[in-house]
């Protein structure tokens, strides 16, 4: 497989969007401070991911496999956090 | 250009992932509660998805494109929102 600059962009590109929800689920988990966010969006974003995941699957992409086994755990702890501590 | 399932998965799994941001932005719109927001992760996350948009123009995927472009404007709104909102 040769990795040339688009798949180093992709690469970048999937680390960081991945990479973005560590820092909303360290201060969720330290704050417990919910209200702020959106239900709906971590429900839809958590099957949107997993859908994300089954394509991978599908079309046998290791990258796009990894990417979103992590990214569906983060919003699922995301969505976890959020109805557990709605007030 | 044929559409099978695959394709169809990742179209409905692109659409949920960037439509969940709708409810968010409408959310932090409405209560401009921004507290619980990590302005970590909206950094992380509009920088991610500009990457993403430059992949997709370099691998010509109007797909990935379309959906990135969507969801660079909603990120870089809840990025702003999270700025001038915060106390």
């Known amino acids: ?17 991945t ?15 919910v209200d702020g966010l959106s239900l709906s969006m971590y429900a839809f974003f958590f099957v949107g991911i997993v859908l994300w995941l089954v394509y991978g699957i599908l ?3 290791i990258a796009v496999i990894l990417a979103n086994v992590i990214t569906a755990i ?6 976890f956090f959020k109805i ?4």
């Open 19 to 33: 990479g973005a929800f560590f820092p909303q689920v360290y201060k969720t988990w330290k704050t417990k401070n």
């Open 1 to 17: 497989m040769v990795i040339d600059t688009t798949e180093v962009i992709g690469l970048i590109a999937a680390t960081l969007t």
């Open 74 to 79: 983060l919003a699922f702890i995301l969505l």
């Open 84 to 87: 557990k501590y709605r007030r």
């Open 59 to 61: 079309i046998e992409s």
